[in-house]
């Protein structure tokens, strides 16, 4: 059942009605984060959510704490779209997922990496020329520690979920299957 958050995201990857896949760049996500203050951790688990079950011309990396030192390996990789996953103070309950224009970052509060988000985005549009989204999932906690909040860990899987359904290559026609076979 399309959520809310797949929406945003199929409008945010195809804004004039056509594929990100039509001119054969990427898209990357990059989950940003610290995997030692609780919810903080959103990000990163996204990605590595992801780079457990990878998608063809889908890239995730972990950005961690500083993910302006990603900027090389993205600028290489030259995305159609970036897809930064952070948490983000929304004024919302734990676990609730936005999807943020790159345009609006600066009404959310990121606040555990030095480097404001928006200058992240605002340097990889102008380097790249590619589309930058955020995906913001409001923390319950960012105080020390490794475990996350329960509604935290379920906004984590419906972001991946969400992501993955987004991303993935399109099914070739029932007419192009093997008969019998089952679409993945």
């Known amino acids: 059942?399309?959520?809310?958050?797949?929406?945003?995201?199929?409008?945010?990857?195809?804004?004039?009605?056509?594929?990100?896949?039509?001119?054969?760049?990427?898209?990357?996500?990059?989950?940003?984060?610290?995997?030692?203050?609780?919810?903080?951790?959103?990000?990163?688990?996204?990605?590595?959510?992801?780079?457990r079950t990878p998608l063809t011309g889908v890239h995730a990396i972990d950005g961690g704490s500083a993910p302006e030192n990603c900027t090389?390996?993205?600028?290489?990789?030259?995305?159609?779209?970036?897809?930064?996953?952070?948490?983000?103070?929304?004024?919302?309950?734990?676990?609730?997922?936005?999807?943020?224009?790159?345009?609006?970052?600066?009404?959310?509060?990121?606040?555990?990496?030095?480097?404001?988000?928006?200058?992240?985005?605002?340097?990889?549009?102008?380097e790249i020329g590619c589309r930058v989204s955020v995906i913001g999932i409001q923390p319950g906690s960012i105080e020390f520690g490794e475990r996350m909040s329960p509604e935290v860990s379920a906004a984590v899987q419906e972001t991946a979920s969400a992501l993955r359904e987004c991303l993935a290559p399109p099914l070739p026609p029932a007419a192009d299957r093997a008969p019998g076979a089952e679409p993945t």
């Open 72 to 126: 090389a390996e993205i600028r290489q990789l030259d995305p159609a779209h970036l897809i930064i996953v952070d948490s983000a103070h929304m004024q919302e309950s734990p676990g609730t997922i936005r999807l943020i224009q790159s345009a609006d970052i600066s009404g959310a509060s990121f606040g555990t990496h030095s480097l404001p988000l928006s200058v992240l985005a605002d340097y990889i549009q102008g």
């Open 1 to 51: 059942m399309p959520t809310p958050l797949r929406h945003a995201l199929k409008r945010a990857l195809e804004p004039d009605g056509q594929s990100w896949r039509a001119g054969g760049r990427p898209v990357v996500v990059l989950g940003v984060g610290s995997e030692l203050r609780s919810d903080d951790a959103a990000g990163v688990r996204v990605a590595a959510e992801l780079a």
